[in-house]
């Protein structure tokens, strides 16, 4: 069954296409590696862990837009972060990936921050945008041309775990976090974790100090060096996996 309405990249009166925030693959992934199932950990006190299939779909793009984002960003990430169309060096604290298109990458975060915001899938949340933000985004992802540094700045950094008998890169990279927001004095920003990766996406931009530092993207940047993070150096994550292992210690589990 299909249902019309106003695409909300276009603006047009079309036919629209189940969409997702965070790319599809990611989730089939999971959902391949784990019999069409996840597992889901809420980072409360009550909420048992579970099996879930819930890939945060909805009908939000028409097909045309869809494509665009799907060719030009989705794609064009997927490929580099997986080694099959750029080079990749592993650079002893870090991966470098070579002739990147900085652009290119800037607007698939960005476009990832704004579906999750014009989103009702309660994987997203905590995910909000002004409407001016939102337009100025729409504006961006649809004509192909990354907001200035002032407006926006995104950082990557690639997930690992040095507590001896931890996460392998491999576990860390079928993990995928419902996006959440960090707030500063001047600026706001959400953070996105999916594929091994912890990306901030920071409206109000990086201070100009800042965006020499590893991991920054830059609109101009054709070498991307992204750093290790500890993954429970991050606070949000180490809450939610330590909630996750008391949950599963006092028996609050649906999972075998």
């Known amino acids: 069954?299909?249902?019309?309405?106003?695409?909300k990249l276009c603006l047009k009166e079309r036919e629209l296409q189940n969409s997702h925030a965070i790319p599809n693959a990611y989730f089939r992934r999971i959902f391949r590696e784990s019999s069409g199932n996840a597992i889901r950990i809420v980072g409360d006190e009550f909420t048992e862990i579970d099996y879930t299939n819930d890939s945060g779909k909805e009908l939000q793009l028409c097909r045309s837009c869809e494509s665009l984002?799907?060719?030009?960003?989705?794609n064009y990430t997927l490929n580099i972060l997986s080694g099959k169309s750029h080079a990749v060096?592993?650079?002893?604290?870090?991966?470098?990936?070579?002739?990147?298109n900085g652009e290119r990458l800037i607007l698939f975060f960005i476009s990832i921050v704004w579906r999750a915001a014009n989103s009702s899938q309660s994987i997203y949340e905590k995910v909000h945008l002004t409407d001016s933000i939102s337009e100025d985004f729409r504006r961006s992802i649809l004509y192909r041309k990354a907001p200035s540094s002032r407006l926006v700045?995104?950082?990557?950094?690639?997930?690992?775990?040095?507590?001896?008998?931890?996460?392998?890169?491999?576990?860390?990279?079928?993990f995928i976090a419902a996006p959440f927001p960090r707030l500063g004095k001047h600026y706001a920003s959400y953070i996105l974790v999916?594929?091994?990766?912890?990306?901030?996406?920071?409206?109000?931009?990086?201070?100009?100090?800042?965006?020499?530092n590893r991991g920054m993207l830059s609109k101009k940047g054709m070498v991307l060096f992204v750093p290790d993070i500890d993954v429970l150096s991050v606070p949000e994550i180490n809450e939610v996996l330590v909630r996750g292992f008391g949950k599963h210690f006092n028996g609050r589990s649906r999972v075998s």
């Open 153 to 174: 700045g995104v950082r990557c950094q690639r997930l690992i775990d040095k507590t001896p008998g931890g996460f392998f890169r491999s576990n860390l990279a079928n």
């Open 194 to 212: 999916f594929a091994g990766l912890i990306a901030e996406v920071r409206i109000g931009g990086f201070r100009i100090k800042q965006r020499s």
């Open 1 to 7: 069954m299909t249902q019309v309405g106003i695409c």
């Open 69 to 74: 984002l799907n060719k030009e960003y989705e």
């Open 89 to 100: 060096t592993r650079l002893g604290s870090g991966v470098s990936y070579g002739r990147v």
